[in-house]
Antibody, heavy 122, light 109 residues
Framework: QLQLQESGPGLVKPSETLSLTCTVSGGSISSGSYNWGWIRQPPGKGLEWIGSLTYSGSTYYNPSLQSRVTIAVDTPKNQFSLKLSSVTAADTAVYYC??????????????WGQGTLVTVSS | QSALTQPPSASGSPGQSVTISCTGTSSDVGGYNYVSWYQQHPGKAPKLLIYEVIKRPPGVPDRFSGSKSGNTASLTVSGLQAEDEADYYCSSYAANKGVFGGGTKLTVL
């Protein structure tokens, strides 16, 4: 069974860069035509798509975050990562990594990590 | 403000059916057959219930069904059960990006 696990600092200072890693187990990140994504959820609020990485290496980002976001894959480690620069308190959220079901265009996230809370505060 | 509009709350009694709407525009819901629905229990990750408007992943009961008309997609939960009480989110593809609805809290009375 495929499992995803987010990891990274739970506290980030304002103006710094948030860095998270998603470790995939139970399957190879590079096998099959799978696409991977990051989604976040501020406390008590709804879901927000951050961006996705396709099996072919293309990246797609939420236009509202595009200038600050980078998603990359580390195939040997079976991981993919999220970097969000110049964070503010508004970036405080539970961050989820997930695997798409099918093509990127379907935007259907079938397998999810448990989520990790990142708080932006000095 | 979310890109897709959902009612904040919905409710029904056990055994009844409830329909949750998700309204977008011709640039997202209305323009593509790529609407998904998720169920989220408190403190848990979302679970995919419906994708590509009407399809169910393996293991999702057929009590959950999706549909779309114009710029509005809908999720119907039939035969309500206590464990269906949760938050429900819709999402749609929208020209190289994904958009979510604000979520609907479903209460089983």
């Amino acid at each position: 069974q495929l499992q995803l696990q987010e990891s990274g600092p739970g506290l980030v200072k304002p103006s710094e860069t948030l860095s998270l890693t998603c470790t995939v187990s139970g399957g190879s990140i590079s096998s099959g035509s799978y696409n991977w994504g990051w989604i976040r959820q501020p406390p008590g609020k709804g879901l927000e798509w951050i961006g996705s990485l396709t099996y072919s290496g293309s990246t797609y980002y939420n236009p509202s975050l595009q200038s600050r976001v980078t998603i990359a894959v580390d195939t040997p480690k079976n991981q993919f990562s999220l970097k969000l620069s110049s964070v503010t308190a508004a970036d405080t959220a539970v961050y989820y990594c997930a695997r798409h079901r099918g093509a990127f265009i379907a935007l259907a996230f079938e397998f999810w990590g448990q989520g990790t809370l990142v708080t932006v505060s000095s | 403000q979310s890109a897709l509009t959902q009612p904040p709350s919905a409710s029904g009694s056990p055994g009844q059916s409830v329909t949750i709407s998700c309204t977008g525009t011709s640039s997202d819901v209305g323009g593509y057959n790529y609407v998904s629905w998720y169920q989220q229990h408190p403190g848990k990750a979302p679970k995919l219930l419906i994708y590509e408007v009407i399809k169910r992943p393996p293991g999702v009961p057929d009590r959950f069904s999706g549909s779309k008309s114009g710029n509005t997609a809908s999720l119907t939960v039939s035969g309500l059960q206590a464990e269906d009480e949760a938050d429900y989110y819709c999402s749609s593809y929208a020209a190289n990006k994904g958009v979510f609805g604000g979520g609907t809290k479903l209460t089983v009375l």
